[in-house]
C-alpha cells in the first residue's frame, strides 16, 4: 500500500512517538470503542505515523485498543508543503515501511494477518494525500 502525502502543518502530542502527522493504515480489523478509555476511535492493526519533523513510528493497536510501537526512528525532516511517498508492506509475518522509496523498518509481527488499508491524520492537521494504491505483487 502506497500514497503521496502532502504535510501543511503539526499539531504536537506524544502518543506515540511521532503522533501529530500523517498515518499510513494496513491490516485494520476494527475499531476500539471510543466509549472506552482513551475515549479515542482507535482503528485496531497496523499504523504507520509520520511527522515534518522526520518523526516516525510503526506501531500496532492491539484488539483491546492498546498501542505497541514495533519500530521507530527519524529521518532527515520531512518539512511541510511538499510531497512524500509513504508506503506499508506486508507478506505474511514481515511488515515494512517506506519513506520515498527507502525501507525505515523491517519486522516481524503477527498480530494481525489480514484487514482493510486506509488513511488517517492527527486531529486537526492539514495534510493532503494523492495516489493511494493497494497493490499485491
Known amino acids: 500500500m502506497e500514497s ?8 504536537v502530542n506524544n502518543w506515540p512517538a511521532a503522533w501529530g502527522g500523517e498515518v499510513l493504515l ?3 480489523n476494527g475499531q476500539h470503542d471510543p466509549r472506552k478509555k482513551p475515549n479515542l476511535v482507535l482503528w485496531q492493526g497496523y499504523h504507520f505515523k509520520v ?3 522526520g518523526e516516525w513510528s510503526l506501531y500496532v493497536i492491539q484488539a483491546d485498543g ?10 532527515d525532516a520531512l518539512g511541510t508543503g511538499t510531497w ?13 515501511a517506506l519513506i520515498d522509496g527507502k ?5 516481524t509481527d503477527a498480530t494481525f494477518e489480514h484487514g482493510q488499508s486506509g488513511l488517517a491524520l492527527d486531529s486537526y ?6 495516489r493511494f494504491a493497494v497493490t499485491a505483487d
Open 4 to 11: 503521496r502525502a502532502f504535510g501543511r502543518g503539526r499539531n
Open 51 to 53: 511527522s515534518d519533523t
Open 125 to 130: 492537521i492539514n495534510a493532503q494525500f494523492d
Open 84 to 96: 512524500h511517498r509513504l508506503a506499508l508492506r506486508f507478506q505474511g509475518t514481515a511488515v515494512g
Open 103 to 107: 525501507e525505515v523498518a523491517a519486522v
Open 66 to 75: 492498546t498501542p505497541r510501537t514495533i519500530a521507530e526512528g527519524t529521518v
Open 26 to 28: 494496513g491490516r485494520i
